[in-house]
């Protein structure tokens, strides 16, 4: 098991592009997770994929951004018309699921994002 | 939703002392807790995690209390090592689906 990887690792733009970032799970984690970090801060919550179905999306996740997950395996984040204040590190996690059991979740290395 | 504080800030600690992280919930329908340590330009690694329906629980250097009626679970680290510095981040869970994270404890290990 090669845990949760995502890519790329490091991400530059400038403000108002667009950028996409990718997260491929612990092949049999059905759960997957987005989460946005800021220097100083715990991650915060973004949205959640089970399998294929988004099923929650944080009031962070402003609608320049969108999250895929279409064959309930990787998943894709992106930023339309990026801000500086999208400057961050974002994380993606993967669990197991169960309705009334939460699973540990595994974190991946992170995507760091600047905007300049 | 669930807020979760973390204290203290930032700790410094003689090699071979212990540290003690504490952090305290709002929500009481929380029923997981985990702790993860975060190295600098990584993402966090899950180190020790505990149920409501346990009170204590250790691994090795590492221990995790509970203190459900306060509301209020530790972290604690015995016989610390360089390798131990860190930012350590405590979580508890809320909705089932969720985790919310403190702002972390950035741990120093004096050799």
């Known amino acids: 098991d090669t845990g949760v990887s995502q890519d790329p690792r490091h991400k530059i733009t400038k403000r108002g592009q667009n950028v996409t970032f990718r997260c491929d799970p612990i092949s049999e984690h059905n759960r997957l997770y987005w989460y946005r970090q800021t220097l100083g801060q715990g991650p915060e919550f973004l949205t959640y994929?089970?399998?294929?179905?988004?099923?929650?999306k944080s009031r962070l996740l402003s609608d320049r951004f969108s999250a895929e997950r279409p064959k309930g395996s990787f998943s894709t984040l992106e930023i339309q018309r990026t801000e500086q204040g999208d400057s961050a590190m974002y994380l993606c996690?993967?669990?197991?699921?169960?309705?009334?059991?939460?699973?540990?979740?595994?974190f991946g290395p992170g995507t760091r994002l600047t905007v300049t | 939703g669930e807020n979760v504080e973390q204290h203290p800030s930032t700790l410094s600690v003689q090699e071979g002392d212990s540290a003690v992280i504490k952090c305290t919930y709002s929500?009481?329908?929380?029923?997981?807790f985990p702790w993860y340590k975060q190295e600098l330009g990584k993402g966090p690694q899950l180190i020790i995690d505990?149920?409501?329906?346990?009170g204590e629980k250790k691994d090795q250097r590492i221990a995790v209390t509970l203190n459900k009626t306060a509301k209020h679970f530790s972290l604690h680290i015995t016989e610390t090592q360089p390798e131990d510095s860190a930012v350590y981040f405590c979580a508890a869970s809320y909705g089932n689906n969720r985790l919310a994270f403190g702002k972390g404890n950035q741990v120093v290990v004096i050799p």
């Open positions: 929500d009481s329908a929380s029923n997981y």
């Open positions: 996690a993967s669990s197991l699921t169960d309705r009334d059991f939460l699973y540990e979740q595994y």
């Open positions: 994929f089970q399998n294929e179905a988004q099923l929650e």
């Open positions: 505990i149920r409501s329906n346990v």
